[in-house]
């Protein structure tokens, strides 16, 4: 089994401009190494967490997602991002993964984040998703959902990694990194959790602090507070071989809510 390679890509948004965030996010992706085999950006980092959906939602052909396409095929990397989609007259808070063989697919945020109104403007998703990658089982959620360990459940280790795509701010920056940190250490996995800096136009700040935790808990590489592209490389024996030492998730409670 080859290392997995991942880039976070920990951006500045630029407040409700589609097209500078695209053409910010092409920029710095193109300073990536090559060879790796996921480059993930924030949550909405086309637009940043609006609760403004009908001006700036796009379709599933839209230049976001397209520019995905093309990130994915320059680079021969799954590219991975959060955006505002519009289906069936609703609108979605819509984690899009991009490959390099033009394949799309896309994971639905459950969990909206009620104290900004999220839920009364988006829908809700409904199921998770597994991506394969190189014989690595990766299971992607958004933000919020880092809060609701049921849904993260590893039933039966069916994914290797964890990715959480977030605007998390930093008045619960503390919560962040001690949530990521749980969710690795009960499921034995590793968790990758990209986030974004600056401020919104809501006047709301954002620290970063994009950080791989390993299967123990143990931090592989952690970004700063400000813009910046942070690459890691993950092993597949150590954790096969610490599964195996410590079977916990063969005790855990067998049930099936998502």
């Known amino acids: 089994m080859i290392n997995f390679t991942a880039a976070l890509v920990q951006t500045d948004i630029i407040w409700h401009d589609i097209q500078a965030n695209i053409k ?35 379709d599933m052909d839209s230049q976001t997602v397209e520019a995905m396409k093309k990130m994915s095929c320059s680079t021969v990397s799954d590219v991975a991002g959060s955006i505002i989609i519009r289906e069936n007259n609703r609108y979605f808070n819509r984690l899009i993964w991009a490959s390099p063989d033009n394949k799309i697919r896309y994971y639905d945020k459950r969990h909206l984040f009620r104290p ?7 829908t809700a998703g409904t199921s998770n998703i597994i991506i394969e990658r190189d014989g690595w089982r990766i299971m992607p959620f958004i ?7 049921v849904c993260t459940r590893n039933t039966m280790l069916q994914y290797d990694i964890l990715l959480f795509l977030a605007n998390w701010p930093c008045l619960r920056q503390n919560h962040w990194e001690i949530l990521l940190r749980a969710r690795a250490i009960e499921n ?3 968790v990758v959790g990209v986030n974004r800096s600056g401020k919104d136009g809501n006047g709301i700040e954002y620290k970063g602090g994009s950080v791989v935790f390993d299967f123990k808990g143990d931090v592989i590489v952690r970004a700063g507070e400000h813009e910046q592209i942070v690459e890691c490389s993950l092993e597949y024996s150590p954790l096969l071989e610490y599964r195996s030492s410590l079977p916990f998730w063969m005790d855990a409670d067998k049930f099936y809510i998502c």
């Open 143 to 149: 933000c919020y959902d880092l809060r609701f360990p």
């Open 116 to 122: 900004a109104n999220e839920n009364d403007v988006y």
């Open 188 to 190: 034995q996995c590793y």
């Open 24 to 58: 910010h996010a092409e920029e710095l992706i193109a300073s990536v190494n090559s060879g790796i085999s996921l480059i993930a950006l924030p949550e909405m980092f086309s637009t940043g967490f609006t609760m403004h959906p009908e001006i700036f939602a796009e």
